[in-house]
């Protein structure tokens, strides 16, 4: 089981970026994905989840109405579109997945507990916010 998140970068106030997370070795399908970030001297945040269809979708209050996460599992790939970013977004993004239910085979949702449930966060992307 493998995530990588990537398509970070520095972006301007105001900017927009668009995040990608791929899997590899497993299909996406039947799993909810997360994104999270960390910021330096901060604790991890759970920012979104999408479901394994991509019918329901959850933001954290710092992203909401500025952030949409969708996904094509055709390509095996989910997307965080990031617009009007401020400084304050900059930050480690990564995605992550309930990693023993991928194990055992059982399809995985947004679990309304810390982390959506989630054990296991791939390689993140840097996403940086300056002028």
């Known amino acids: 089981v493998q995530l990588q998140a990537s398509g970070g970068g520095l972006v301007q106030p105001g900017g927009s970026l668009r995040l990608s997370c791929a899997a590899s070795g497993f299909t996406l399908d039947d799993y909810a994905i997360g994104w999270f970030r960390q910021a330096p001297g901060k604790e991890r945040e759970a920012i979104s989840c999408i479901s394994r269809s991509g019918d329901t979708t959850y933001y954290g209050d710092s992203v909401k109405g500025r952030f949409t996460v969708s996904r094509d599992n055709t390509k095996n790939t989910v997307y965080l579109q990031m617009n009007s970013l401020k400084p304050e977004d900059t930050a480690v993004y990564y995605c992550?997945?309930?990693?023993?239910?991928?194990?055992?085979?059982?399809?995985?949702?947004?679990?309304?507990?810390?982390?959506?449930?989630?054990?296991?966060w791939g390689e993140g992307t840097l996403v940086t916010v300056s002028s």
């Open positions: 992550g997945i309930d990693r023993v239910k991928v194990l055992l085979g059982v399809a995985s949702g947004c679990s309304p507990t810390r982390d959506y449930g989630m054990d296991y």
